[in-house]
């Protein structure tokens, strides 16, 4: 068959898209969330899960895997190291890790390629695509200083979930909400999602 190279799926008028894994850390709600407001935002979404991400949807949030895997576009098993995104040939926009573990930032940091997260990230950096990982642990060793060093050397920009107070959260929501709004601003997408900062306002 011949090989169709006007494909509009990886052309440049196609929608925006972008990976987004979920991996062990704490903070299960952070990649929901992400989820949800690429959603709004037409965004196309290819989503990986890793099986400690699994555990914690189910034990932080009323979310099951399956209502996860629901609210994106494409999704893969991270088993899966033949799916397009571990390839640099389909074009994407960029990846979030979200929450990022050490164990998935240490992965990415040396190039160990063991399971589709590694590798679809892995791949990202090569091709010098966007990388924001929302690494999560407190506190933090110096081997996890050393990796978020060395993969922000090689172009991956770490994203603590680290929170705002300037605007005063009154619940957990707010302050998820104020994250994947900053996380999203890397992408140039606006989610309206919170109040951004604009000099001390008068009483
Ligand atoms: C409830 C729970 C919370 C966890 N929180 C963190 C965390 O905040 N940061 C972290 O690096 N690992 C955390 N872990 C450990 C990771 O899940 C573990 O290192 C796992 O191997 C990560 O693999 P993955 O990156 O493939 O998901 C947590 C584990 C559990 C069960």
Redesign the pocket.
Known sequence: MEPNHTDVSNSCHRRKRIIVAL?????AILGIKTLIALRQLNVETHLVM????E??IK??TEYTPPNVRALADHVYS?HDMAAPIASGSYRVDGMIVV???????A?INVGYCD?L?SRAADVVLKERRKLVLVT???PLSGIHLQNMLSVTQHGAIIFPPVPAFYNRPSSLEDVADHTVGRMLDLFDLDTGGFERWNGFQKE
């Open positions: 991996t062990g850390a704490t903070g890793s099986k400690w991400a555990s914690t034990y932080e991270n929450p990022c573990s050490m164990k998935s930032l992965a399971d997260i999560r642990e407190c």
